[in-house]
């Protein structure tokens, strides 16, 4: 596992804006060929318009041209494990497969890894969608 990767996650904790949790979040995100996009979660006062570490490196990403992504690294200012939100990992799902590593920093040298399909298994994705248009349309013509 690229160590750089979880350095450059840790360094994105600086630039976090959390002045109401106090917890940091930093995530990097490796695109296809190479290329490594970090991002901090940015607190907002009504929280529901806070944005997440991996949103908003998966944000630069695609804002950059890029929507494949071959790893995550995702940490904490507490080195706790945390692992990415349910909004975060259906916004994943859109441009990564199940098969995506996820990496949880626990601190020191110390990780848990993850598949996205481990942590969101069943995702909603266009085939979902298509399959349940195509049973309403069959319930319908019944």
Known sequence: MPESLVERAREALDNAYVPYSEYTVGAALRTADGEVYV????????????LHAEEVAIAEAVKNGHTEFDRLVVTSGARDGVTPCGMCRQTLAEFCDEDLPVVCDLGGDDVAEYTLGELLPNTISLDTLEAAAAKRDADADE
């Open 39 to 50: 991002g901090c979660n940015i607190e907002n006062a009504n929280y529901s318009n806070s």
